[in-house]
């Protein structure tokens, strides 16, 4: 099935989340979530494969997340696109890095998620970013598997500098998981 903008179509087994394009059964592109009654939509685009979220949205205004990683407003006037790709980490050192974080911090893992931010000239050219100067909001969905626990879920990621960074939920849904962060890649969910 293709598609463009919002279907309103429900993609994820929480019932939490719409979908935009969806290219594949496994591969959407979140344009919204629903935290309680209220629907946030994403300000950026991007791809999800990942089964550890059902789906994601940056809800930072897309001014100010191109403040905080460095995008002018040339740079965006000339075409160039903030986009995000989150998809299931499978990496064993990253995920082993994680793990002994989590555990040193009292924390049990529910999952793995790469979330990867880029920008995208209009010529083609991608460059990744790993962290910004300000913190960007980020909601995941959570797959029904988690949301039912009623845990009290965060996200850890592990900063440039190899710090572990917890970073706590800061909605009430329990279907969700909203945290700010100035780190991307690599992330757990812990509890």
Do not use: H, W
Not at 31 to 37: K, L, M, P
Not at 58 to 75: F, K, Q, Y
Not at 111 to 133: E, F, P, Q, R
């Amino acid at each position: 099935e293709s598609g463009s903008g919002d279907s309103g179509a429900d993609s994820s087994a929480s019932g939490n989340s719409d979908s935009g394009t969806v290219t594949s059964s496994a591969i959407t592109t979140s344009t919204a979530v629903v935290i309680g009654n209220s629907r946030v939509t994403s300000s950026i685009g991007g791809i999800n494969t990942a089964n550890a979220v059902s789906a994601t949205v940056v809800s930072t205004p897309v001014e100010s997340l191109a403040a905080a990683i460095g995008l002018s407003e040339s740079d965006r006037k000339a075409g160039t696109n903030i986009r995000s790709y989150i998809c299931d980490n499978r990496d064993k050192a990253s995920k082993a890095a994680l793990q002994s974080a989590a555990e040193a911090a009292g924390k049990t893992v529910a999952g793995y998620v790469n979330m990867d931010l880029y920008t995208i000239t209009k010529k083609g050219v991608v460059s990744k970013v790993t962290a910004s100067t300000e913190p960007v909001t980020v909601t995941f969905a959570l797959p029904a598997r988690l949301a039912k626990t009623n845990a009290n879920f965060s996200v850890l990621a592990i900063d440039a500098d190899g710090k572990a960074v917890i970073m706590d939920d800061v909605d009430t849904d329990s279907k969700t998981l909203t945290f700010n962060t100035k780190v991307f890649g690599a992330f757990t969910i812990v509890y």
